[in-house]
């Protein structure tokens, strides 16, 4: 089975496809498939017949989409970017506790939005062990003792990426790694002016069976969207953009520098959409590129952009090549069930000025089927009218897909009749397609959603603009899904959370009358009686905010003690959320960071639970803490 062009080298460059470019004409792209009126029209995605054909398929819809900007109204600039972390990567700890034996103790797990899908975040554990990724460096911590067992340093020499994010899934001993490519100087040392993303997708397989150590490495061009692990297989989404450089002019009109990007588009080889790979395994050292016979495209697509999908099984020793499958398309959000990965984006819009965007933007989405650790299989593709807050607009629910998005100018536009409403679709596959099974719209004319959560055949939508609409909508009838109540109160709630007994919590924004935000607030409501949701008690912080409102990552909840642990600031703040009221326990702090001899602010990011112990982290350190005091019982310094 071809996976792919391959090819296995000892030096530092990839292999070059043999296919070059010519000169062609680009053909027009035919209109995006949403109808004038709103209305979904159904997509599937087809396979190329050779890369000769991708080729010519390829240049006509990207010269289509270019615009004298490039795709989307401006360039990206960079340096190449290359290399891999091998056996430059420092391991420190090498006296380090072997894996904590015996039965793990009580603890919390990542705040996922499915039950049975892992989400990658900056901290995991397993009750027996904590495992940090902060300042490029990958930690892992003895919550028994309350001591650092192992060090490894992911950023290979460049500084940089001590500042950068790494976030993990953590599978028994294997921990995976989700970083960035370490960056290298172009021959000429001048950054080159290229529509692509700015860096490469590193993944980092780590064994933790005693001190850290690097077993493989994956490299691919194009940034990380997200990633999912369901059993033992992770699933890794890259979005990868042609590598091309168009010209920076700033003479001649906007039709004259549109002619030069497609005369660039012209002239491009297939390998400027194929992503090429490298992964390492030991001694090893291979590379590759997508091959033209992994790749799909939509019926209508822009060509200025490549998903990726690479399956990892991280019960092995290796990364191997990713089985990797490709599709010609666009996608910021990542939802994943225990059998389906959905991939869903805007579809970008051609680039005619510098000016506003468009108001009428349209989500593609396209499902696979993953209920085999094996490659991802096609299942179907639609498209829905708007755009989708986060993948909490997304859920599967029966055989069908939910999708709340909201349409029109949220800043206004009503003079042109495009105020802003919301809408939450019920999608049924139909052959290749996702076509609309119903529709319930109308959903806070004026504003645009700032949070949704599905709750089996419920749904709570929050709109917002000067005051908070929260609606709650029956969606047992995927014909005729409607709304079934409406509250309305000052602020907002960015994120909802189910509690126990027929209650949802909200994390958002108190507001005053006009819509101007107030501070932090959480909200206990009763939707236990569908037409009359109604709120308990409230938490207000003024002045206050919370990065939980759009990370749902640094949110914890305890459903046995009914503890609220909420990044405020810079610090957490305890709640304890009872039968109907909201209290404050006490507020977790961190000391600032010590870096390259300056104090630097060092928030907390993440909490977790172990035993009957709050742990907090930030890039400063891990703190010990009584959950029913806030009480300090122990600090571990990481700088």
């Not at 939707?527 to 912080?541: F, I, K, N, S, Y």
């Amino acid at each position: 089975m071809t996976r792919g062009i391959k090819a296995t080298a000892a030096g530092g460059t990839l292999v070059a496809l043999t296919l070059l470019a010519g000169s062609m004409s680009a053909a027009p792209a035919p209109a995006p498939p949403v109808g004038t009126d709103g209305r979904m029209v159904p997509v599937g995605l087809v396979s190329f017949d050779s890369c000769a054909d991708a080729l010519t398929e390829l240049r006509a819809a990207a010269a289509a989409s270019v615009g004298p900007y490039g795709f989307g109204g401006g360039w990206r600039t960079f340096s190449d970017r290359g290399g891999a972390l091998g056996a430059g990567a420092v391991a420190k700890g090498s006296e380090a506790l072997s894996a904590p034996t015996g039965a793990a103790p009580e603890h919390s797990t990542t705040n996922n939005h499915e039950v049975g899908v892992d989400e990658p975040d900056l901290v995991k554990t397993d009750g027996r062990r904590i495992v940090t990724t902060t300042g490029g460096v990958l930690r892992v911590v003895d919550p028994a003792s309350r001591r650092i067992t192992g060090e490894l340093d992911l950023t290979d020499g460049h500084e940089r990426l001590r500042w950068t994010d790494q976030r993990l899934l953590l599978l028994g001993d294997r921990a995976l790694v989700l970083t960035e490519a370490t960056p290298r100087e172009t021959p000429t040392g001048v950054a080159r002016r290229i529509w692509g993303p700015l860096g490469d997708t590193r993944l980092v397989l780590v064994d933790l069976s005693g001190a850290p150590r690097v077993l493989a490495t994956y490299r691919i061009q194009g940034r990380t969207v997200d990633a999912r692990l369901t059993g033992t297989t992770a699933r890794v989404v890259v979005n990868s953009s042609p590598r091309l450089e168009f010209p920076f002019d700033r003479d001649g009109s906007d039709r004259e520098r549109t002619a030069r990007n497609r005369g660039v588009i012209a002239r491009a080889g297939i390998g400027a959409w194929l992503p090429e790979y490298e992964w390492t395994a030991g001694g090893e050292r291979h590379t590759g590129r997508v091959g033209c016979d992994r790749l799909s495209r939509p019926a209508r697509m822009t060509g200025t952009s490549t998903l990726t999908v690479l399956s990892f099984d991280l019960a092995t020793d290796r990364l191997g090549d990713g089985d990797p499958v490709g599709v010609v398309a666009d996608a910021s959000t990542v939802y994943g069930t225990a059998t389906s990965l959905y991939l869903a984006g805007a579809r970008p819009v051609v680039a005619t000025t510098r000016g506003r965007p468009s108001t009428d933007e349209v989500t593609e989405i396209h499902q696979f089927d993953t209920a085999s650790p094996a490659r991802p299989r096609f299942v179907a593709s639609g498209t829905v009218p708007g755009w989708l807050i986060n993948q909490y607009a997304l859920s599967e629910w029966n055989g069908h897909l939910r999708v709340a998005t909201t349409t029109g100018d949220v800043w206004g536009g009503r003079a042109e009749g495009r105020t802003s409403e919301s809408a939450v679709r019920v999608l049924r596959r139909e052959g290749g397609s996702l076509v609309s099974a119903g529709m319930v719209g109308g959903l806070g004319r004026g504003e645009r959603i700032y949070a949704v959560r599905y709750l089996g055949p419920v749904a709570y939508v929050v709109t917002f603009r000067q005051t908070d609409p929260l609606y709650s909508l029956d969606l047992t009838d995927p014909g005729a899904p409607r709304v079934t109540g409406e509250l309305k109160i000052t602020g907002y709630s960015g994120y909802l959370h189910p509690l126990p007994e027929g209650r949802l919590l909200g994390v958002g924004q108190e507001a005053d009358a006009r819509g101007r935000t107030q501070g932090v607030q959480v909200s206990l409501f009763d939707v236990r009686e569908p037409g009359r949701p109604h709120r308990l008690d409230q938490w207000h912080l003024p002045r206050g905010w919370s990065g939980a409102e759009h990370d749902p990552h640094a949110f914890l909840y305890r459903p046995d003690s009914g503890l609220v642990a909420l990044p405020v600031g810079g610090g957490i703040r305890l709640l304890r959320v009872g039968s109907d009221t909201v209290r404050e326990i006490g507020e977790v702090t961190h000391p600032s960071t010590d870096r390259e001899n300056r104090r630097t602010w060092s928030p907390v990011r993440r909490s977790l639970v172990v035993g009957d112990v709050l742990w907090t982290v930030s890039a400063s350190g891990l703190r010990a803490t009584d959950p029913t005091t806030a009480r300090s019982v122990g600090w571990i310094a990481t700088t």
